[in-house]
């Protein structure tokens, strides 16, 4: 049954990651880079070197991906990259595939709306299979390694600010810059309602026979929980369950930890309309 159940749960990433990597690639090949949109990040660069290069957008991402690999890879370990070095040299041959069809519009904003509400979609199920894009995610957790109270936000937009200014320079067009922002809108929202749901917070219920080290790796990421005295039913034995709050940005991370040490645990996840405490707001406003 376990083996039954492994083989589901790695069959469900392979798909996740195989589909994620063509509407990610098709959303920058159709949409965003025959119409100059540079919305931030190594797709941003990419586009901007294929104007001043004529190297194809696609070959440009994943030689950029390669170095940042290699030095996540030194870094963070290879069996955290494995999947994403798989989502970089396949979405990047896809993107050179698909730029053979030209752009599906040439409106602009029809353009930015739908190229990074495809990327969007894409990077959503890259993340729920446990892999990256590469790229600027990449950057950010090396950065946030050395400076670990670092906004991840900020982070994010200064590095796509950057690719979005010089997009303004290369290209000359402000107009096209100002829709590149646009485009990075709608991915900000589309990603968030697809990776984490339309609730603002979650509670989380974890039962587990190794409570000890879930709770350490939990409270290491600055959610507080609370042990809950239970009985177990079919066990007929004393069971202490972790009861924690959190935002919705965090939840996948959790979902990790308890993953990674017991693949056996029993989780519930339910939404929280108003969570109030001390520390709570002040981790989640620091993450804006």
């Given amino acids: 049954m376990n083996t039954k159940k492994n083989f589901k749960l790695m069959a469900q990433n392979i798909a996740f990651l195989v589909i994620g990597s063509i509407l990610y690639a098709a959303g920058i090949a159709l949409?965003?880079?025959?119409?100059?949109?540079?919305?931030?990040?190594?797709?941003?660069?990419?586009?901007?070197?294929?104007?001043?290069?004529?190297?194809?957008?696609?070959?440009?991402?994943?030689?950029?991906?390669?170095?940042?690999?290699?030095?996540?890879?030194?870094?963070?370990?290879?069996?955290?990259?494995?999947?994403?070095?798989?989502?970089?040299?396949?979405?990047?041959?896809?993107?050179?595939?698909?730029?053979?069809?030209?752009?599906?519009?040439?409106d602009l904003l029809l353009s930015a709306v739908f190229g990074n509400s495809l990327v969007a979609a894409g990077m959503a199920l890259i993340f729920k299979a446990g892999a990256t894009s590469g790229g600027t995610d990449i950057i950010v957790k090396l950065i946030k390694i050395k400076y670990r109270h670092a906004s991840t936000g900020t982070l994010f937009f200064i590095t796509d600010a950057i690719v979005v200014i010089s997009s303004i320079i290369v290209f000359k067009n402000f107009e096209v810059g100002m829709y590149a922002v646009l485009a990075m809108v709608v991915f900000s929202v589309v990603f968030d309602k697809l990776i984490y749901g339309a609730d603002g917070a979650k509670m989380v219920h974890i039962i587990s026979d190794k409570n000890e080290i879930i709770a350490q790796r939990i409270m290491a990421l600055e959610i507080g929980l609370t042990f809950v005295k239970g009985y177990g039913g079919f066990t007929k034995g004393d069971k202490e369950v972790i009861l924690c709050a959190m935002k919705k940005p965090m939840l996948p991370k959790v979902q990790d930890i308890v993953k990674e040490e017991d693949p056996y645990a029993f989780i519930i996840v339910s939404s929280a309309t108003e969570v109030l405490g001390e520390g709570y707001k002040s981790h989640y406003s620091e993450r804006l």
């Fill in 31 to 106: 949409f965003l880079d025959p119409n100059q949109l540079a919305p931030g990040g190594v797709v941003g660069i990419a586009i901007i070197f294929n104007r001043i290069f004529t190297i194809p957008t696609g070959t440009i991402i994943f030689l950029i991906n390669v170095p940042l690999m290699l030095l996540a890879w030194w870094k963070l370990g290879f069996k955290m990259i494995v999947s994403t070095m798989f989502v970089t040299v396949f979405s990047s041959a896809l993107v050179d595939f698909f730029a053979a069809f030209g752009a599906i519009s040439n």
